[in-house]
């Protein structure tokens, strides 16, 4: 009944349902090129999947014009950490169409921002496919995903099942909106979230335990996001619990900021203990941490979905009683005795968090993940961080431009991009790689010209292109970018129809 939920591995666009679990060819391929190129030689083969381990002897063995311009690339454009590689090339599959063309499903203007420094390798892609044979590779291991596939199906099929239920909403294929899990051994032992308009991605690296909490946690969140963005009239009954979520020192900063989240993961939380009714004393527990964390509002959240559970509507429906019915004032009385950690250990998507200074790189590494989430607001928590050790860092301040054009915060943006533009020609600090250096200065460059083109500055639009490409050690991707904002105007288009 459960794999009913689902469409089948060669299910087409025009089947899909709401709820997909599925192969993708794009993300095969993409990943078939990284570990063509060295990707997965960079990483422990106690880490691989069998099916990965035997398929990275074999892509290392591929020859050609297309494998070798694809090694190349992978070599110019690869970061110190080899999880944040393959994570914004993980972005990249996910915005691409059916093979061979590999097009962009996006306009060059919308692509994630993690996308942007690597759209190029979009490019190299159909030769590299059919030089590597892929679609045929493809195809003879359709039996082995599909296998892969199965073992998820049952157990997330009732996943499904359990948290439709919960919050009483049918499942239709009409609606836009889509949930797609991509079971993928080339990606290890790994969870990918991303989420673009309407689409929401996991890709999943198979595993002997199969990783079902942390995807039922983000279905929920499919489910219940939009509840919350439904009713914004009422979330005025939260506020005050906002004054307790900023004194939580390991809070995201997203919750801390911003009521509609704090409100969406408090309610996950609470939903996720309601379905599973632990024991009182893990149940107790479970409500320490998660209050102690920051998430304030689980407690009392857990507390009224009791009545919800007792009434006939649906959770899109019941959702105003449910919070006009909290007992704010004895809550409030109540928080003001809770001990709040003082560090974060995860991340809103659960990835580990450096808490010692000396780990800014994980820091950096985190806020680049968030960015590709497009999720700014995360992002900051991690850059925020780095700039309060490293007011001056670079990246973190890159990172920071960033967060500010995505959130619409233009000027903001281009003061950032303009202190980083103004960076001289050799880092300051010995801790800093030079090609970090050179990399933040040229794209600093190019934003700008991006920035100056939309106002219909061209004069200084093409200063800042000719800027870019007179920065030493600038990154390929970069002079690219920089040469084909000389050659015409940016344009940021509309995204395109989906198929």
């Not at 691989?48 to 297309?66: D, K, M, T, V, Y």
């Not at 003001?336 to 800014?360: D, I």
């Not at 007179?470 to 288009?493: H, I, N, W, Y």
Request: hydrophobic share 45%; aromatic share 8%.
């Amino acid at each position: 009944m459960a794999a009913g939920l689902f469409c089948t591995p060669t299910a087409s666009a025009q089947s899909r349902r709401t709820v997909n679990l599925e192969r993708s060819e794009p993300l095969f391929t993409v990943l078939a090129a990284l570990s063509a190129a060295g990707h997965d030689a960079e990483r422990s083969a106690g880490n691989l999947h069998p099916l990965r381990l035997r398929l990275s002897r074999e892509f290392a063995r591929l020859q050609g014009p297309a494998v070798e311009a694809v090694r190349e690339y992978y070599r110019s454009h690869r970061l110190a950490d080899p999880d944040a590689t393959l994570s914004r090339y993980i972005s990249l599959a996910l915005t691409l169409g059916p093979a061979p063309e590999f097009e962009y499903q996006l306009r060059p203007g919308d692509l994630p921002p993690d996308v942007q420094p690597i759209e190029e390798f979009r490019a190299l892609l159909p030769a590299f496919y059919r030089e590597a044979q892929i679609g045929a590779l493809w195809e003879q291991l359709a039996g082995e995903y599909e296998r892969e596939i199965a073992r998820l199906q049952e157990p997330f099929g009732q996943s499904v099942v359990v948290a439709t239920s919960y919050v009483r909403e049918m499942l239709s294929p009409v609606q836009p909106r889509r949930f797609t899990i991509y079971v993928e051994p080339l990606v290890g032992n790994q969870i990918h979230l991303r989420n673009y308009g309407d689409e929401f991605f996991l890709v999943v690296g198979p595993r002997a335990e199969l990783p079902l909490e942390q995807m039922r946690h983000a279905f929920l969140h499919f489910l219940v996001d939009p509840v919350i963005l439904r009713h914004q009239s009422v979330l005025d009954v939260a506020e005050p619990f906002m004054h307790f979520a900023a004194k939580a020192p390991g809070l995201p900063v997203e919750y801390r900021q911003d009521v509609g989240r704090l409100v969406a993961e408090c309610l996950v939380r609470a939903i996720e203990l309601r379905i599973d009714r632990p024991p009182e004393s893990r149940l107790a527990a479970a409500l320490d941490q998660a209050e102690q964390s920051g998430y304030v509002l689980v407690r009392a959240l857990h507390q009224a979905l009791a009545a919800y559970e007792q009434s006939e509507p649906a959770l899109s429906q019941y959702f105003p009683e449910l919070l006009r019915s909290l007992d704010v004032a004895a809550e409030l009385r109540r928080l003001q005795q809770v001990e709040f950690r003082a560090v974060a250990t995860t991340s809103p998507h659960g990835e580990p968090v450096a808490a010692a200074p000396g780990e800014l790189e994980l820091w950096l590494n985190a806020g680049r993940r968030e960015l590709a989430a497009r999720n700014p607001a995360g992002a900051r928590q991690f850059f925020e961080r780095v700039l309060a050790l490293r007011p001056e860092h670079p990246e973190a301040l890159y990172g920071m431009a960033m967060v500010a054009s995505l959130e619409g915060q233009a000027q903001q943006a281009r003061e950032l991009f303009q202190q980083l533009a103004a960076l001289p020609a050799e880092p300051a600090a010995a801790d800093v790689r030079p090609e970090t250096w050179a990399y933040v200065r040229a794209w600093a460059h190019i934003y700008l010209g991006r920035m100056y083109d939309m106002e219909g500055n061209r004069e200084l639009a093409v200063q800042a292109y000719r800027a870019a490409l007179e920065v030493p050690g600038a990154p390929p991707d970069s002079r690219s970018a920089a040469e084909r904002g000389l050659q015409a105007p940016f344009q940021p288009r509309a995204r395109t129809q989906q198929p």
